[in-house]
């Protein structure tokens, strides 16, 4: 989870560092802001590897469950 | 036969309701012509004019507004026939029905649709 | 005693349509009863003597961004996942759980995109939003039909929302052109996909997708007793092909994409990010169904006349965006160039065309998501004929020297868009083209490449002229709205980042392929 942690807090760093640079304010205005952005992002980069594993889990599920279909119904038509 | 009876009433008083009320007017009512009142009436137009002038859009407007309404009373026919049968759970399916189409009616009112102005 | 049988027959049955049906529908009765309820604060509101006649655009904007997140969220923690609702009307799955966020979220980032435009333009319709909320609910029961009932339904819901607000400035010419084209073309197109539907009933005497898909698996054997519905009949191929047609027509495909580029340009320009964005994918997740489920035994006829709409939208959207010289335009052709590439997808008809399908929607989301946020900027002029806003993409020239990290993020989005490879548009459209040759579509895969060399000259034609150009007049843009700004950085990161990090679309896009092909 720490690799996650800390690339989502970059990225939340970045998204926060992009809209003020692109708004030409000072890149460090607010910092609180800041703040708030890197937790978002960290949390946000927890959810999607979280999210990666339950859909591989899932998609492993449902592709054992389409194989065991597809043996059946071979078996079944080959019988 | 015998069943029809009650159609046969209620066609005689009907005939005589709709007599009583055209006939009424020729008696009673107090007669004083102007050109207004006695020139051919067409909805508003004069009936003798260029087919292709402007008209007010609210004539639109209503017949639009209209024609919801229209649809509405044709849902709630059969509704109303088969209460008996749907149970409460047709019964507030309708009452939604017409809570959306008097939401529809705020909309319009405020908007001052209805204001012929 | 049969009264008080059927009593409880009833409630039983109301019951179970509650704890069930209801349930899962939460999301959209949600969104549906929050247009309403918007609908009669605003014009209580707005037309409130003793409020001063309050302005409400802005206001109801941010409740429907916040509608629209709530409803994603009430999709996203769905109790129930895969179930088949209210007779046979409506299906959830995994494959319509994501189209619904996607249209969702999209639709949310179209209107925050737009709280600049809606507070300095003076139109003040506060049911501008209303409508989109509707059109966005209309998408979610478009995504989970299942019959040929309430996809027609649902599909008008959307075609009349979407007719008023392409008209939505009353008092421009344009406006009412793209609305009045609109809707005579629509309604046309709502008329080809109904007859089919009608021809396809009767025929079968079914409407439900599944009971169709039975029908035409069984075809070819004769039952007896029971005069057998061949797959070969010249009806349903008829009908078949009447439904392929709507549906072109809706999606803006190339032999039916004339209306399209006059819409795109006449409506406003949140209008146009909102025709362009959301509607596509929930169009797409419902043909899918239909014709991966009730028209499988038909692939044969479909698949030909998919391929040659593919074509010609790649070749029509490439070569007609070459001569355009407004920028609302150019984007409604390459809208169709992409719609060549996802028609690709959808013609190989398999698990991989479909993944590469939902990954090039998510991909184009993002890279239209970035563009129109900075088309929908403000401008500051220094001379006084200009318009407020990006037309003319010759208007882009000042953007490098005035305000680079924008540029930046422009040529970011055209690189993607045509296609250069550490961009997602690359990653989205070499998994196109891997599935077209997957199925043994080279010609699509060839014409692709082609077509997309060719769009790479207009994409990069924006790009020159905004660093290499030396205008007349000199414009900047205004401060950026700090939602634009917001919208811009996550989609620039995607793009950027995505081709690092593929997994989890690569992922959640395998699961809801399988999920529409059983």
């Given amino acids: 989870m720490a690799p996650a942690t800390i690339i989502g807090g970059l990225l939340g760093l970045g998204v926060q560092l992009y809209c003020n640079a692109v708004r030409k304010l000072p890149l460090m205005r607010n910092p609180w802001e800041h703040v708030l952005f890197i937790g978002a992002g960290a949390a946000f980069g927890n959810w999607l590897v979280d999210f990666e594993e339950r859909t591989a889990l899932e998609l492993k599920e449902v592709l054992a469950k389409r194989e065991a279909a597809f043996n059946h119904s071979s078996a079944e038509r080959d019988a | 036969m015998y069943e029809y009876l009650g159609i046969l009433i209620y066609f005689f008083i009907a005939l005589a309701l709709s007599l009583l009320l055209l006939g009424l007017p020729f008696v009673v009512s107090t007669r004083k012509a102007d050109p207004e009142k006695i020139s051919a009436y067409e909805c508003g137009f004069d009936p003798f004019d260029d087919a292709r002038g402007r008209f007010d859009i609210q004539f639109y407007l209503v017949a639009i507004l209209f024609i919801i309404f229209d649809l509405e009373v044709a849902f709630l026919f059969p509704w109303a026939l088969t209460l008996n049968k749907i149970g409460f759970f047709g019964f507030w399916s309708m009452m939604l029905f017409l809570l959306i189409l008097t939401i529809g009616f705020v909309y319009e009112w405020r908007k001052g649709a209805l204001d012929w102005s | 005693m049969y009264l008080e049988q059927s009593f409880h027959k009833q409630i039983s049955f109301s019951s179970f349509l509650f704890e069930n049906d209801f349930l899962a529908l939460f999301p959209e009765i949600f969104l549906v009863s929050t247009g309403i309820f918007l609908l009669v604060y605003g014009v209580i509101t707005s037309t409130s003597k003793s409020l001063n006649y309050p302005l409400l655009s802005y206001n109801i904007s941010w409740y429907a961004i916040m509608a629209l997140l709530y409803t994603s969220l009430l999709i996203y923690n769905s109790p129930i996942n895969n179930a088949v609702l209210l007779y046979n009307t409506l299906v959830i799955d995994d494959f319509t759980q994501f189209v619904k966020i996607t249209c969702l979220l999209s639709s949310a980032c179209c209107i925050s995109m737009s709280l600049q435009y809606i507070q300095t333009q003076g139109d003040n319709a506060f049911e501008t939003l209303i409508l ?53 073309l629509g309604a046309f197109s709502s008329g080809l996909l109904i007859f089919g539907c009608s021809l396809i009933y009767g025929y079968t005497g079914v409407l439900s997708f599944s009971e169709c898909a039975k029908i035409f698996a069984a075809g070819v054997v004769p039952f007896d007793g029971i005069q057998a519905v061949t797959t070969e009949s010249a009806l349903v191929s008829l009908g078949m092909v009447f439904i392929l047609a709507g549906f072109l027509f809706k999606i803006a495909a190339a032999p039916f994409h004339m209306w399209s580029p006059d819409v795109y340009q006449g409506a406003p320009t949140p209008i146009t990010a909102f025709f362009v964005i959301t509607p596509k994918i929930a169009l797409f997740a419902v043909f899918l169904r239909v014709f991966l489920q009730s028209f499988y035994d038909l692939f044969p006829i479909w698949q030909t006349l998919v391929i040659f709409a593919s074509l010609a939208s790649m070749l029509v959207g490439a070569l007609a965006a070459l001569s355009q010289s407004q920028i609302k335009r150019l984007m409604a052709f390459s809208s169709i160039n992409h719609v060549g590439y996802l028609l690709a997808g959808f013609a190989c008809a398999s698990i991989e065309g479909i993944q590469a399908l939902s990954i090039y929607l998510i991909v184009y989301i993002f890279m239209n998501i970035a563009v129109f946020s900075i088309l929908l900027c403000n401008m500051r002029h220094t001379h006084n004929n200009g318009l407020p806003r990006i037309k003319y993409i010759t208007d882009l020239a000042f953007l490098a020297k005035t305000n680079p990290l924008l540029a930046f993020t422009f040529s970011i989005a055209m690189f993607s868009m045509a296609g250069i490879p550490p961009l997602a548009g690359f990653y989205s459209k070499a998994y196109i083209f891997f599935a077209a040759l997957g199925s043994n579509l080279g010609v699509l895969a060839v014409v692709g490449v082609c077509t997309s060399v060719v769009s790479c000259f207009y994409y990069l034609r924006l790009i020159r002229i905004m660093y290499f150009s030396t205008p007349k007049t000199w414009c900047s843009t205004a401060r950026v709205p700090r939602t634009n700004a917001l919208a811009l950085a996550i989609s620039l990161f995607f793009l950027i980042f995505c081709m690092a990090y593929p997994a989890p679309l690569h992922l959640i896009t395998h699961k809801i392929a399988i999920a529409l092909c059983v």
């Fill in chain 3, 132 to 184: 989109i909320l509707f059109a966005v609910s209309s998408m979610l029961f478009l995504t989970s039909s299942a019959d040929f009932i309430s996809l027609y339904l649902a599909i008008e819901l959307q075609s009349l929302s979407f007719y008023v607000l392409a008209a939505l400035k009353r008092n421009s010419e344009f406006a009412t052109e793209a609305g009045l084209k609109y809707f005579l």
